[in-house]
Every structure is written in C-alpha cells, then in structure tokens.
C-alpha cells in the first residue's frame, strides 16, 4: 500500500468541508435532511430529541456520500490497473491535472465544465427525517459538483487512477470521505452552537478557495516530479515537532 498520498486526500476532504460552498450549507443540510427547525431546535422541551435525530440523520448522509466516493475510488483504481506499466507517466499526467485544478481554484484558470452544479429534484419516494432517505441524499450529494468542490473531488479522483489498484484506489476515497465526514458529524453534534460560529468565519471562507488551490498546485508539482516520498519526510518532520516518537512508544 502507497501512503503517500493519504495525508492529502485527507486534507483534501477538510478542504471541501471547509469551502465556500459546502461549510455555510451544513447546517441547512442537517436541519433539511433530519426533518428540523429552527424553532424545534431552541424549544427546550424537544431540542434533545432533535439533536438526536440531526446526528443520526447526519450520519447516514455521510455514509451515503462516503459509499459512492469510495465506488469510485474503487472504480478508477480498476481502470489504473489496466495501465499499471504507463504509472509513472499516468501519475504525471495526473498531477498535470491536478495543478490545472489548483489554478482553478486560485482563480487564475477557468475551466467551463465545473462552473456549474449539477442540482437533483428530491424523488417522491424520499421521506425526510428518515435514514435511508439521508443514507440516499448523501449519495446524491457525491455527484452534486460544484465550481470550489468539484476541483478537490476531481483532483482526489484522479490520484484514485493512479493507484492501480482497486483496494488503494477505495481506500484513498475512504480516506477523502473522513476528511469531509468528521468534521461534518461534529458539527451535527453541536449543532446549535456550530451555527453560530460558522455564520461568523464565514466571510474567511474564500481564502480557503485559495488555500486549497495552492495545496492542490504544489501537489500536482510534486506529482509531476516524481517526488511524493518528499511529502511524507515532511510529515514526518512535522510529527517530531510534537514528540510523535514519544507518542508512538506510549502508544
């Protein structure tokens, strides 16, 4: 198993939490999905039961997102594999991508096919409150692209492809799905006060756009040159800063 790419993937998953589009909305998935209000959630009689609800109803939504990520990891590991001889120039190709997705995000690249969502009718056969119907709407929200998602997710994607792999290429959208998912679920566990401190660091938020853009170029960089060990030796470096040694042998 290469893990060089799993520290990323999962930097890459708080990123798309913390977006322009994604972190302002959560609270509002929560509540739409568990079936709450606003009202439910300050009457003291039912704010119990309804946490209750927005936290279960919060963990199916991650799964069902989580399940079809890791689908396509899955799926885009298998397509690696049929190239497993052409890695090198398939990770090269894909780091090109990688920074092109950068600069999308940074602003300086415009790139047409991911300056629109795509936008689902909720089916008839939904109910919301209910955790199947959560489980299902996480899943549409897998392939709900948007212009500051879609560069991560794609960017995640085409690290999956070159895995060659099934298990690796599953196992890094697992990765990218905890990313997203914990800080999601936190917020569904304190929900009311969460709220509060979103709407106040919301006005940062587009300097995680570009962040996360410059994120994405320096590791497509490191794609492209074949030096990804480089990211792991820094990790490394910076886990001693915090006695990680210390840790690992009380561990």
């Known amino acids: 198993m290469d ?5 990323p993937s ?37 704010a119990t039961a309804v946490k209750r609800k927005i936290f279960l109803n919060g963990i199916f939504f991650v799964l069902g997102f989580s399940a079809l990520f890791i689908a396509f990891g899955a799926a885009l590991g298998l397509i690696g594999s049929g190239f497993v001889v052409y890695r090198i120039w398939l990770t090269r190709i894909g780091g090109v991508l990688v920074i092109l997705f950068g600069l999308f995000m940074v602003g300086i690249l415009k790139l047409p096919a991911l300056n629109h969502e795509k936008s689902f ?6 109910t919301i409150g209910k955790k199947s119907s959560s489980f299902l709407m996480g899943s549409a929200f897998a392939v709900g692209w948007s212009p500051c998602v879609g560069p991560i997710l794609g960017a995640i994607l085409v690290l999956a ?15 990218f799905s905890a990313g997203l998912a914990i800080p999601f ?9 969460a709220s509060q401190r979103i709407n106040t660091i919301s006005k940062y938020l587009k300097w995680v756009s570009i962040i996360g853009g410059i994120f994405l ?35």
């Open 3 to 7: 893990f060089s790419l799993v520290i």
């Open 10 to 46: 999962f930097i890459a998953g708080i990123i798309t939490f913390l977006a322009p589009c994604t972190l302002p909305l959560v609270p509002g998935y929560l509540a739409f999905i568990s079936g709450s209000s606003l009202e439910d959630l300050n009457d003291p009689a039912k």
């Open 121 to 126: 009718k909720l089916p008839s056969f939904l």
């Open 161 to 175: 492809s070159t895995t060659a792999t099934v298990g690796q290429g599953a196992f890094l959208l697992a990765v």
């Open 185 to 193: 679920l936190l917020v569904a566990l304190g929900i009311g006060h």
């Open 217 to 251: 170029i320096a590791l497509g960089i490191l794609l492209v040159t074949n030096n990804m060990a480089l990211l792991i030796s820094w990790s490394f470096r910076v886990l001693e800063r915090f006695n990680y040694s210390e840790i690992q042998s009380f561990l």
